[in-house]
């Protein structure tokens, strides 16, 4: 199983590189990474487990981030809503690639974190509030999702790691704090 011990830290290599698009059939062992990864998604967000194992929660993780410089990224965002058990969104995206998106921008009000970033980097992470993402599946199957809000952000944010973008790439230097006009802020009272 994937543990912190896995995941690389800001300042290595991998996580400033592009990563190379996978082609199917998906080798065994590119198989068993992806499902890899979003047993650890799972297994971060369970109390008793990432206890266990010493694991950082997280929704969302991208191949790099594990030192494999390939397009596949994981994510799971479970549903906020308590009569709903299904995960809001869940799944290992291949080549993913964002198609449209809104003009509309979000960003979360408590800012972006990061597994392979051991501090808190304050500062406003502006991101498309919605997007369509094309994506191949394990099987190679070609998918088409439409997100918005947190699941977006997530998706985009991990999509990023493909391109060696950091979220901290993202905010203004000048005014981390500062919003652009118009955007909108998740995780506030007005939500
Ligand atoms: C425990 C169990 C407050 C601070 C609020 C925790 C289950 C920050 C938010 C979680 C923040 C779960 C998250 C991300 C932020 C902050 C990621 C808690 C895990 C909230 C996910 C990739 C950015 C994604 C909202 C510096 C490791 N995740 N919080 N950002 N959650 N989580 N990101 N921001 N401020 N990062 O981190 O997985 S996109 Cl689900
Ligand atoms: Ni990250």
Redesign the pocket.
Known sequence: MITMNDVIREGHPTLRKKADALSFPLDSEMRKLAEDMLEFLIN??D?DM?EKYEL??????AAPQVDVSKRLIAVHV?SQDEENPDPEFSSVLINPKIVSHSVQQTC?A??????SVDR???GYVPRHKRVTVDYYDLNGEKKKVRLRDFPA??VQ??IDHLNGVM?YDRIDPDNPLALPDDIDVL?TVEE
């Open positions: 971060s967000q109390p990432a950082r929660p997280g929704v969302g993780i479970p979360l408590d800012g972006e974190g990061c597994l808190e980097v304050p952000i997530v944010h991990e979220f995780g």
